[in-house]
């Protein structure tokens, strides 16, 4: 049985929600019976000890002039000690009625610092122990019409968890128990509930509350011991439930925490596999300056995309641990520009292929426009004449919009509505009006070709749902013109050492792992680690400009794939790497091609195997029975 005083009461004010226990509270006795009972004491002990504790006398002690001091609680009155009795076997009320005089009298809190804030600021200084810069009165008064019918509690295990900065803690309480805004249906509140900004974060609190909240939850997770972790999460998910059964949307989703309990897990697999057992996590930031600098950390040394950091002290010495939090690098975009802007300014695009001003491509697009008008004017002029009669053209107007820009299908409609509105109206004033690229471009008074030619290119798609065979044909030449000239740029990139040059300078500069090859940071998908381990797993090596080496232009792909090409453990490999996306901005009206780069969709599988060959069977791992690494699993 474990007896030392001090020890209990440093566990006790540990499973306090503010480090400060109250032997008044019947909630902090039952935590101190838990600790009694874990440190090996018998029922009749715990007993005698509780019931010893439940008896406090509030008192005023006198000075050195004879007067009597401020009011406090005593366990039991001593005149001996000077102490004058004010209230014998206080209740707990009239306990709280003496601290709100003190506050009251003060004209702020005289509450000490908590012993939980005292730990964090040895941690992390300040920037640790530092609340939101809303009160909780504050933003209960703020959040009142929109906070949940349930309410989240934060276990008192997380709340005093110093290596958690105190302020992400009641971010993450305020989140859970605040619905999202939703004017339609009347939930509104003093500001965006969507944004981080609304909670208290200040200039931390850039950027919408669903995914800080995300990457604050994996963080504060890892640095929880196991069943802390799991108590966490049970109330988490048992708020999300409760919030879904009265129709309350929140900005912590099922996903959300999903997530969270994945990001964790892999992390910790990922810290054992380096450090084994005996390393210990010592402090945890999110990607703020200050607390990369609070746990002695150079934030411009961070890596690329890193979320959240750790510290670890392992083997005498305390090193960091950065990670990227990523849901998938499916589709990740790595560059979305012209053809122009990426090769253009180099010099080495030829002239068949440049974009800027009149050139080639541009010119075959305007001379099928004008086939288009001459080959099927009688068509064109019959259609347009009668299409006002029939029921089925907004249906058909709606879905060639969608087809053609789902994005801005509003904007071509309004479009192609008012060049109709105006050819109506010439038609009145000749009978024999004939449509052809020149009236367009009289018509919607606006020169560029993109506007004049997207006319043509709606009214093309129109006619082809009409059954119009020269529609149909004119809109499959238009998109064929725009495949022929990607294929020549991606064949251009293949064979021109410079154009190469230029798109691995992409994949060097951009690409997600380059930062994990350079040991500035590691990627976790989900359950998935993405390590300089799991790199070598993959290529062979973990060398960046080895890998970059070994990247070859696939051409004839569909679409265009920049592949890895080597041997890996003797066996030759071809990995694709990135989709090579060379498409028009406009398909056969923009005149311009735009240059995309995305992370191949598969991908992402080779990763996932790789790292579930070398962490996936150390998830059962039993760390040591000892509170230390209790903590880090």
């Known amino acids: 049985m474990i007896t030392d005083i001090e020890k209990i009461l440093t566990e006790w004010a540990y499973r306090t929600s ?89 004209g702020k809190s005289t509450e000490k610092q908590s012993s939980v804030d005292r730990e964090r600021e040895k941690i992390g200084g300040k920037v640790y122990s530092e609340p939101l810069e809303t009160d909780d009165g504050q933003f209960a008064e703020q959040n009142k019409n929109n906070k949940t019918t349930d309410t989240f509690e934060m276990p008192d295990s997380v709340k005093n968890n110093p290596k958690i900065p105190k302020k992400y803690t009641q971010f993450i309480e305020r989140v859970m128990n605040t619905r999202l805004t939703d004017k339609k249906k009347g939930f509104t509140a003093d500001g965006d509930t969507n944004l981080s900004s609304y909670y208290g974060m200040g200039k931390a609190g850039a950027g919408g509350a669903r995914a800080n909240a995300g990457e604050l939850l994996s963080m504060m997770a890892t640095c929880m011991r196991a069943k802390e972790r799991g108590e966490f999460f049970r109330n988490i998910d048992e708020h999300i439930q409760k919030a879904k059964a009265r129709g309350e949307a929140i900005n912590v989703t099922p996903a959300w925490s999903k997530a969270a309990k994945q990001n964790s897990s892999a992390i910790l697999r990922m810290m054992y596999d380096t450090y084994g057992p005996n390393y210990e996590i010592a402090g945890s930031a999110w990607d703020i300056p200050e607390e990369f600098e609070a746990l002695g950390q150079n934030y411009d040394e961070k890596g690329y995309s890193t979320d959240i950091m750790f510290t670890v002290k392992a083997d005498g010495k305390t090193v960091k641990e950065e990670i990227s939090l990523k849901q998938s690098l499916k589709g990740q975009r790595l560059l979305n520009k012209t053809i122009g802007s990426v090769f253009q300014d180099s010099g080495i695009l030829p002239k068949h292929l440049q ?89 919607i008074k606006k020169g560029d070709k993109r506007a004049i030619d997207k006319i043509s290119m709606t009214l093309g798609r ?110 030759d490999r071809i990995i694709p790497i990135t989709e090579v996306g060379i498409r028009e901005d406009g398909e056969g009206y923009g005149g311009a091609h735009k240059f995309e780069m995305l992370v191949a969709p598969n991908f992402g599988k080779n990763v996932e195997s790789v790292s579930r060959d070398i962490y996936g069977d150390q998830e059962p791992i039993k760390f040591p029975n000892s509170p230390a690494a209790d903590f880090r699993r």
Request: proline share 3%; net charge negative.
């Open 355 to 443: 974009q800027k001003g009149e050139n080639e491509y541009k010119n075959a697009q305007v001379k099928n426009v004008n086939s288009f008008y001459e080959q099927n004017s009688d068509n064109i002029t019959e259609f347009l004449n009668n299409v006002g009669d029939d029921e089925e053209f907004d249906n058909n107007l709606l879905k060639v919009a969608m087809d053609m820009d789902p994005r801005n299908k509003d904007k071509t409609i309004r479009e192609f509505e008012s060049f109709l509105k105006q050819y109506y109206e010439d038609l009145k004033d000749n009978p024999n009006l004939r449509l052809d690229r020149d009236y367009i471009k009289q018509n």
């Open 462 to 571: 129109i006619l082809d749902e009409y059954g119009d065979p020269l529609g149909g044909e004119f809109v499959k030449q238009q998109k064929q013109l725009a495949k022929e000239q990607a294929k020549e740029v991606a064949e251009f990139i293949q064979k021109n050492d410079k154009a190469k040059g230029v798109v691995m300078d992409v994949i060097r500069d951009h690409f997600p792992l380059k930062s994990v090859s350079e040991g500035d940071e590691n990627i976790i998908l989900g359950e998935f680690v993405v390590s300089k381990k799991v790199m070598k797993g993959i290529f062979g090596t973990d060398d960046w400009n080895k890998i970059i080496e070994s990247l070859e232009v696939n051409a004839d792909a569909d679409p265009p794939m920049i592949e890895y090409r080597a041997k890996v453990k003797g066996t």
């Open 18 to 106: 503010d480090g400060k226990p109250n032997p008044n509270s019947v909630a902090h006795q039952i935590l101190l019976e838990s600790v009694l009972k874990d440190f090996g004491w018998g029922m009749e002990e715990r007993g005698e000890l509780l019931n010893s504790l439940m008896e406090v006398d509030i008192v005023k002690k006198k000075q050195k002039d004879g007067s009597y001091g401020g009011a406090y609680t005593v366990q039991k009155h001593n005149p001996d000690r000077g102490q004058k009795l004010i209230t014998k076997n206080a209740s707990q009320a009239d306990v709280d009625r003496l601290d709100k005089k003190k506050e009251k009298d003060d």
